[in-house]
């Protein structure tokens, strides 16, 4: 008896939220079909552990700042989870514009919870953005699995 283990993953982001003062815009998406051929050493063998999303996968602009500092939030939106996965996210670029950005530049985890990602001043857009999923296994029941991605920005 052959048997095919399939898991999907799509990540959808979801319409951003803004604080007074500034704006947040993302765009991109990211999906991940996980199956027989990501087994690491053939069939018996277990799933790679991780997979990342390009470089860039997730964009996002920062109008309207006025100058002002601000800081982003992210969380994962429910959906069709497994406990075991874990989502994270970094940015890989400082995109462009009249303002600056810092930190973020490692991988940070996200929840259901707001989580700081990265900080700035003033404008900026094309800041890239890329995705990590860890905690596959065989174990985890073949499905759909998806979450989306909620950004929120606040002024300071």
């Known amino acids: 008896m052959k048997a095919r283990l399939a898991a999907g993953v799509l990540l959808l982001l979801l319409p951003a939220m ?6 947040v815009s993302a ?3 990211w999906t991940k079909i996980v199956g027989s ?3 690491i050493a053939g069939a018996g063998s277990d799933l790679a552990a991780q997979y990342e999303s390009v470089s860039g ?3 996002l602009d920062i109008t309207n700042a006025a100058g002002g500092a601000w800081r ?3 969380r994962r939106a429910s959906g069709t989870w497994d406990p075991a996965f874990r989502l994270s996210i970094r940015r890989t670029s400082d995109g462009s514009g009249s303002g600056s950005v810092q930190g973020g530049a490692s991988y940070v985890e996200l929840s259901t919870l707001d989580t700081e990602i990265l900080t700035g001043v003033g404008d900026r857009s ?9 905690g596959m296994s065989r174990k985890v029941s073949p499905n ?3 979450s989306g991605i ?3 920005v606040v002024a300071q």
Request: hydrophobic share 45%; charged share 10%; no cysteine.
């Open 72 to 74: 982003i939030f992210a």
């Open 27 to 29: 765009i991109g998406s």
């Open 57 to 59: 996968t997730t964009s």
């Open 150 to 152: 909620i950004f929120t």
């Open 144 to 146: 759909t699995y998806s």
């Open 126 to 134: 094309g800041i890239a953005l890329q995705l990590k999923l860890s």
């Open 18 to 23: 803004a604080a007074s003062g500034a704006d």
């Open 37 to 39: 051929g990501d087994l």
